[in-house]
């Protein structure tokens, strides 16, 4: 194996260590402490256990964490109380709804109710429209997150040959605006794309975003290149034990990093970064909130 590993635990430490000593001094300077509340509607086992993990993250580093755990009935009317309430309570910068929602919810009518200032995932049709259009926005904590490992490993990007596989809402459009803001060239490929090996095979920055377990095999990537791979995918490890689960990425792991210059690996790499930028977007909500400079390097 010849490839960096670019360790997305100790970065997502490192970047929280950062969040947490801006908070430190929020609170000294200006009397000021950053508040996050997140949104659960149901019990869906998944969700419950990232609320639970966001929430201690962000005690951890010295916000305000409140959470919202509402019935899975909860009506649409019931919910958009809640995030009113939110959006006018000083003490909350950053508003999380934990998506997917119950069926009889509408998703978009729901993100598009929180204020844009505390959309703090960056899903809100506001920001999306800020991203796209290159001007100061919140914006989504995956992309956000492959995007400060990329530039803490290349410095600058610009110029680089970036293809992005997936084309999703929350993270494949960003992830891709947001390398076009840095100056790359930038490919989205997605399930039409036609040959899409040779396509990866033209990149220096691979992204996969695709929900497929370890799609992209070692021969499609360049000598050198850089792969970031976001999915999180589980299968069946029965050589683990009866009913024993394994996480891989979208990508082959051993065989892309046999001839790529760096990879994440799966788990411990992109994932630790999405709760850490999650932070640092109610950091920089509750800056801009009260006119304050923005935390350096936490931000897009
Ligand atoms: P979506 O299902 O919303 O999007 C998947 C994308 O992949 C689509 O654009 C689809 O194309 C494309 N695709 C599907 N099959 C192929 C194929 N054979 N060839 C090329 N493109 C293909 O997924 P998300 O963007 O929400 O998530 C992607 C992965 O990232 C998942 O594994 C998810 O679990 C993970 N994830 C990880 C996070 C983290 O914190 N690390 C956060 C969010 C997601 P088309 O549009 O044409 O259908």
């Not at 969700?47 to 962000?58: D, I, N």
């Not at 997150?145 to 997936?166: E, N, P, T």
């Not at 990093?257 to 920089?284: D, E, Q, R």
């Amino acid at each position: 194996m010849s490839a960096t590993v670019i360790d997305g635990k100790a970065f997502a430490a490192k970047v929280r260590g950062q969040v947490g000593e801006h908070v430190t001094r929020l609170k000294a300077e200006h009397d000021l402490t950053p508040g996050l509340a997140v949104v659960l509607v149901g019990e869906d086992p998944a969700s419950q256990v990232y609320v639970r993990s966001k929430g201690k993250m962000t005690v951890e580093v010295g916000m305000k964490s409140v959470e919202h755990k509402l019935d899975v009935d909860t009506s649409e009317a019931d919910l958009l109380a809640v995030i009113d309430g939110l959006n006018n309570d000083p003490t909350i910068h950053g508003i999380l709804v934990q998506l997917p929602l119950p069926e009889h919810l509408n998703e978009d009518l729901v993100i598009n109710a929180i204020d844009p200032a505390k959309d703090v995932d960056g899903f809100h049709i506001s920001n999306v429209g800020l991203l796209g259009t290159g001007q100061k926005s919140m914006v989504p904590c995956t992309p956000l997150g492959c995007l400060m490992m990329l530039r803490d490993h290349h410095g600058s990007l610009s110029g680089m040959d970036a293809v992005v596989i997936g084309r999703s809402n929350i993270v494949g459009k960003p992830m891709a605006q947001l390398l076009l803001g840095d100056s790359c060239t930038v490919t989205i490929a997605h399930s039409r794309t036609k040959d899409l090996a040779d396509v990866v095979r033209r990149a220096d920055i691979v992204v996969a975003a695709v929900g497929r377990p370890e799609m992209v095999p070692g021969d499609w990537i360049k000598a050198g290149a850089t792969v970031i791979d976001v999915g999180i995918n589980r299968l069946d490890a029965p050589e683990r034990g009866a009913g024993k689960t394994r996480l891989v990425g979208d990508v082959d792991y051993e065989s892309c990093a046999a001839v790529a210059g760096a990879i994440t690996p799966v788990p411990g790499g992109v994932g630790p970064m999405t709760i850490a930028c999650l932070l640092a977007n109610t950091l920089t909500a509750c800056c801009r909130a009260n006119g304050l400079a923005e935390p350096e390097g936490l931000t897009a």
